[in-house]
């Protein structure tokens, strides 16, 4: 006869049997393997109980790896500079790293490519534009840069040499000095370097509203080399001495009308930085701007070590080198050579004419501005 007691233990290890069978099937599930979970029944026979499905493991899509950086970016990822441009080139033959530019400001060093047998024709906005060599569209350092994105290509131009030399550009270079509000002009001998400031406004009118192409002076010397098509509708802007009249009243002329010129500054005369971002500043020597012991300018009485000390001295202030207006318009071999040994390319005279290929870069001649000049008198001069 069974007890109570025992009937007790025995329900007892049939609940155990039954919770560890549970208990198994769940470790089996969990391991991605189907399990039949195996139970008592009540009376102590096996019972199937309902089969239990396999998990599959995951699948795990692996992370791709990161695009690389093109040099552009590369570039633009060590700036925070909300106005930085990275400009890249593009174009035949054309294998140049990409230059960081600013926005608003003008293109600074864009590179001049030289090929053999052919000739570098300048860089444009879209490739289309550089195949038609449309003078307006061209880019250079007179023109404010201007990118989508923080990233801007230009696409380089070519021509032939054939084609560069039937061109037959011959280069103006307008030398202006001091300015008037006067119409009737100034009194004295200096009277015709006194321009009416309304005629110089109309003589920038007249080259911005006809589309003339204003080079760098980079840009003039791969002219003369043979390496640089220029179209005949260029022209060279400048100004002698940086005198207050210029600064004050032609100046800011320049600037609204977005015209690359320069000032030529006689840097012991005056250390001011540029008047706007169109204007750039340029050696008219350090202290050589007065008469040497033969009555003519320093420039031909000093030997080409004193010349190259000033000129040195004047580029240290101005931050540039390139070119120099010789005072008075006085130079001589040994005058040349002292812009040669202060690492000087350009000079410029006061010789009337135009520059061309193969100019002489240490005399590059000039069209003379003066008093009562009228735009029909610059239309004739510079077409």
Known sequence: MVTRAQRRRAARRLRLRRTVAVVVAAVLVAGGVTAVAVTRGALGTPAVEAEQPATATPTRTPTPPPTPLTPAQKLLSTTRDPRACVVSFAGDGIAIEPQMQTQE???????????????????????????????????????????????KTLYAAWTTPEANVAEDAGIPILMYHQFTRKPEGEEGWLRGNYAFVDDFDAHMAYIQESGFYLPTWDEVSAFIDGALYLPKRSVVITDDDADSSWLELAAPIVDRRQLLTTSFVITSARTESTPNRFVLQRSHTHDMHRAGANGRGRMVNDDADTIAADLSQSAAILGAKEVV????????????????????????????????????????????????????????AIG
């Open 105 to 151: 400001a003008r293109y600074e060093a864009l590179p001049l490519p030289r090929a053999d047998g052919r000739v570098f024709a300048g860089w444009y906005s879209t490739a289309a534009e550089a195949e038609s060599l449309e003078v307006p569209a061209r880019v250079n350092g007179a023109d404010l840069v201007a990118c989508s994105a923080r990233e």
């Open 325 to 380: 207006a010789y005072p008075f318009g006085h130079h001589d071999d040994t005058t040349k050579e002292g812009l040669r040994r202060a690492g000087f390319e350009l000079g410029r005279t006061v010789e009337p004419g135009y520059v061309r290929i193969g100019t002489d870069k240490l005399a590059l001649p000039v069209i003379r501005v003066n008093y009562g000049m009228t735009v029909d008198d610059l239309r004739d």
